[in-house]
């Protein structure tokens, strides 16, 4: 057979489906075309996917707990935190800023609420996944997490740390890389 770019390129990529919420879909779309525009290179959801994936799998090569990693997914899947800021007049012109933070538990997405993302993995990182997801099987054996749902997890706990604040230096850092 004939060795062609479509062939290298297809057996080193795994395609994946995954299912994101649309407004965070479009909230991670915006935000990799601002981190286009301020670093002046092309910046697609892709690498950023790429990023958080590598990221987590550093993550669990530094602390292989595969229990407490399943605890994380599970909590992040099914909870969003919410941060309420609030405005405290203490005196006349006094005032204090009180934050309070709590797990909200996420309501099942709507078929008309969510889009199909077709995220392009490198063969050997999809690998990498499926082998945490088995041996994160042996811990937990009745688990329903699968590559697939692990990447929607970080993509969407991603976006929503960029709600709050939380992932701003993170940006400035892949703007700052990319340059």
Not at 116 to 126: C, D, H
Request: charged share 25%.
């Amino acid at each position: 057979m004939k060795t062609t770019w479509l062939n290298i390129i297809n057996y080193s990529s795994v395609f994946l489906d995954l299912t994101i919420p649309k407004s965070t879909y479009f909230r991670m779309k915006i935000l990799c075309e601002d981190i286009s525009e301020l670093s002046g290179s092309i910046f697609p959801q892709q690498k950023m996917l790429d990023l958080l994936w590598y990221d987590f799998i550093n993550q669990i090569k530094r602390v292989p707990n595969f229990n407490l990693i399943y605890d994380m997914l599970l909590e992040r899947e099914t909870k969003t935190m919410v941060t309420t800021r609030e405005v405290i007049q203490e005196r006349k012109n006094t005032f204090t800023f009180f934050e309070n933070e709590q797990l909200v538990v996420q309501k099942a997405i709507k078929t008309n609420e969510s889009m199909n993302f077709t995220y392009r993995i490198n063969r050997k990182q999809a690998l990498r996944g499926e082998v945490f997801v088995a041996d994160m099987s042996q811990v937990q054996p009745n688990h329903h997490i699968t590559l697939e749902r692990v990447l929607e997890i970080i993509y969407c706990d991603f976006i929503e740390k960029y709600k709050q604040g939380d992932a701003e230096k993170i940006v400035g850092e892949i703007v700052e890389a990319i340059s």
